[in-house]
């Protein structure tokens, strides 16, 4: 006898045996599905809207779409933040307008033109404005599947701005996500506090635009690659790899290099009277931002696998030591950094088993190699350690030059292989004593960047870091890129700072105009990899001191430079 299935009232009522006989069952009719995607395809970042309210029932309908996102862990973190206040609206375009200029001014010529063609006018036109906000104030380990992916959160709420488009799309509205705002700013306007993010400004509203195809698209900036151009199958292709996303990050125009160079001729003093000081005056007041008063050393620890081999005369807990220091501002680095007037960030890259306490946290996820036999950082911590470094630079950037220190028991060794690969010189061109070793350790370096040498098969940048670098390397590359963005000038310190630098510059040519030498250490490397980048140093003291003490002496020394030739009489015109 067949006993009847007991199917629940509530939950799934489907059995095995139907999801075995028909597994696309669950699929919806064919003319739905269709709508789906002609919906997809039909979603556009709208500028341009009519006065015309939004009914409230529709607008709950799209928020209400938003808020059915899948969230990690069902943390539902999204808070949406309904504007419709006619003076709020206008504070935050004037903020955007200035976020595009700003912008605009670090792209090059053609980008720069083609950003302030577009029209942000949405802001004020649309009639209501929704901020999505993230609120990331519950810890990390206390949301399912975030403790290993911290940044889940923010993935949710993008998620559900997803959602609100499509949904807009099927109602006929229009939507345009503007980010051309510093979230500082945004969150001020809007009282968001501590601990809640935004992700930029939706405006909502009934179109006065019906675009066949993606704005910026249309507008020529970039172009839409076709899906086997982003599609990868099991693992990330070794060979053939696809171009990254274009960077329209430039250098200083020659209008402005020539025009800072015309206002130090009018100065009652011979033409280059302070020498490299003068160079390093005109190529920091050339950048965007060069005429800031304030400044931040970043200062960068972590420890490293490679001194397992033999190649310090320090045990690594002294990176920890000085570290805990630099937290409690006692580090020589900081000590240095509050002379000249500069705040400090520091930054934990991996010191240690454990975190440092009251240091920034940046550490590698996974296991590091010792780079003879197994590379340095894994291909996910160094592409996530360059992302957290870029943030970092544009914080650190917020009060104007931008001086790098580090901190990092054995990194002598990892900065020489470094060196080596950048330049594609041997061992012994790079490899130097080091602080307190002697002629027995300087063969063990030598071998160990030799035989990391010979795993190295690319000259890439990140390729390399990966390899051979070291966690503190590539948030200092990654710093650099971001500082050079927000278009402000980078004081080197040592050998590990150029490096760090040298690596960006490899990655973005246009950050080696935002680059200055603060001084020149003792280190072989060093003065070849100043060669490679072009640039004479400020100070040549014969300095091993680290963490930044020599960018914060030389970025007081710049300071004084431009301050001088702001003060000094000026000549009449000719």
């Known amino acids: 006898m067949v006993w009847p299935r007991a199917v629940p009232v509530i939950g799934d009522r489907s059995s095995a045996a139907e999801r075995a006989s028909r597994p696309d069952g669950w699929a919806f009719p064919v003319a739905e599905r269709e709508a789906l995607y002609r919906i997809i395809g039909a979603r556009r970042d709208v500028r341009r809207f009519r006065p015309d309210p939004v009914p409230e029932d529709?607008?709950?309908?799209?928020?209400?779409?938003?808020?059915?996102?899948?969230?990690?862990?069902?943390?539902?973190p999204w808070r949406f933040l309904v504007v419709t206040e006619p003076g709020t609206r206008e504070r935050a375009s004037v903020l955007a307008d200035r976020a595009r200029l700003a912008q605009a001014a670090r792209l090059d010529p053609e980008s720069a033109r083609k950003l302030l063609d577009l029209q942000l006018e949405g802001l004020r036109e649309a009639p209501v404005g929704v901020v999505v906000c993230c609120d990331r104030r519950t810890p990390a380990e206390g949301v399912l599947g975030r403790a290993t992916f911290p940044d889940a959160d923010v993935w949710s709420c993008a998620c559900a701005i997803e959602n609100l488009w499509l949904a807009a799309r099927a109602e006929g509205l229009g939507l345009g996500w503007v980010t051309l705002f510093e979230p500082a700013d945004l969150a001020a306007l809007l009282g968001v506090p501590d601990g809640v993010v935004t992700l930029g400004w939706l405006c909502l509203g009934w179109p006065d635009e019906r675009p066949p195809d993606p704005g910026l698209e249309r507008a020529g900036w970039s172009r839409r690659l076709p899906?086997?151009?982003?599609?990868?199958?099991?693992?990330?292709?070794?060979?053939?790899?696809?171009?990254?996303?274009?960077?329209?990050?430039?250098?200083?125009?020659?209008?402005?290099?020539?025009?800072?160079?015309?206002?130090?001729?009018?100065?009652?003093?011979?033409?280059?009277?302070?020498?490299?000081?003068?160079?390093?005056?005109?190529?920091?007041?050339?950048?965007?931002?060069?005429?800031?008063?304030?400044?931040?050393?970043?200062?960068?620890?972590?420890?490293?696998?490679?001194?397992?081999?033999?190649?310090?005369?320090?045990?690594?807990?002294?990176?920890?030591?000085?570290?805990?220091?630099?937290?409690?501002?006692?580090?020589?680095?900081?000590?240095?950094?509050?002379?000249?007037?500069?705040?400090?960030?520091?930054?934990?890259?991996?010191?240690?088993?454990?975190?440092?306490?009251?240091?920034?946290?940046?550490?590698?996820?996974?296991?590091?190699?010792?780079?003879?036999?197994?590379?340095?950082?894994?291909?996910?911590?160094?592409?996530?350690?360059?992302?957290?470094?870029?943030?970092?630079?544009?914080?650190?950037?917020?009060?104007?030059?931008?001086?790098?220190?580090?901190?990092?028991?054995?990194?002598?060794?990892?900065?020489?292989?470094?060196?080596?690969?950048?330049?594609g010189v041997g061992a012994g061109a790079v490899v130097g004593l080091g602080s307190g070793a002697d002629s027995a350790m300087?063969?063990?370096?030598?071998?160990?960047?030799?035989?990391?040498?010979?795993?190295?098969?690319?000259?890439?940048?990140?390729?390399?870091?990966?390899?051979?670098?070291?966690?503190?390397?590539?948030?200092?590359?990654?710093?650099?890129?971001?500082?050079?963005?927000?278009?402000?000038?980078?004081?080197?310190?040592?050998?590990?700072?150029s490096v760090a630098a040298a690596l960006a510059v490899a990655m973005e040519p246009a950050v080696a105009a935002h680059l200055v030498a603060g001084q020149r250490s003792r280190e072989t490397a060093h003065a070849a990899v100043l060669g490679h980048l072009g640039l004479e140093p400020l100070l040549d003291l014969r300095m091993r001191a680290g963490e930044g003490v020599g960018a914060c002496f030389a970025t007081r020394l710049l300071r004084d430079t431009i301050h001088i030739r702001r003060d000094t009489a000026k000549t009449g015109e000719p």
């Open 58 to 76: 529709v607008l709950d309908r799209v928020l209400g779409a938003g808020h059915a996102a899948p969230s990690v862990g069902h943390s539902q």
């Open 442 to 497: 300087l063969a063990r370096k030598t071998a160990v960047v030799e035989a990391a040498l010979a795993r190295v098969g690319s000259g890439d940048p990140v390729v390399l870091l990966r390899v051979l670098g070291g966690p503190e390397f590539a948030v200092l590359a990654g710093a650099v890129l971001g500082a050079a963005a927000a278009g402000v000038a980078v004081v080197m310190d040592g050998l590990a700072t």
């Open 227 to 423: 899906v086997s151009a982003v599609v990868h199958r099991e693992r990330w292709p070794v060979t053939g790899e696809p171009a990254a996303p274009p960077s329209h990050l430039r250098a200083p125009d020659q209008r402005a290099v020539v025009g800072v160079r015309d206002q130090a001729d009018r100065l009652l003093a011979p033409p280059g009277s302070l020498g490299v000081l003068d160079r390093a005056a005109d190529r920091v007041l050339a950048l965007p931002a060069g005429d800031r008063d304030g400044g931040t050393l970043l200062l960068v620890g972590a420890d490293h696998p490679v001194c397992r081999h033999g190649v310090s005369a320090y045990e690594g807990g002294v990176t920890g030591e000085v570290m805990a220091a630099a937290v409690a501002g006692q580090a020589q680095g900081v000590v240095a950094a509050r002379t000249a007037g500069l705040q400090t960030l520091v930054v934990d890259a991996g010191v240690g088993a454990t975190p440092v306490a009251g240091a920034i946290g940046a550490r590698p996820r996974d296991a590091r190699g010792d780079l003879v036999e197994a590379d340095a950082l894994s291909e996910a911590d160094t592409g996530l350690l360059l992302r957290w470094g870029r943030d970092l630079g544009r914080r650190a950037a917020r009060r104007g030059v931008v001086a790098l220190g580090e901190v990092g028991v054995g990194n002598t060794t990892v900065a020489a292989a470094l060196a080596a690969g950048l330049l």
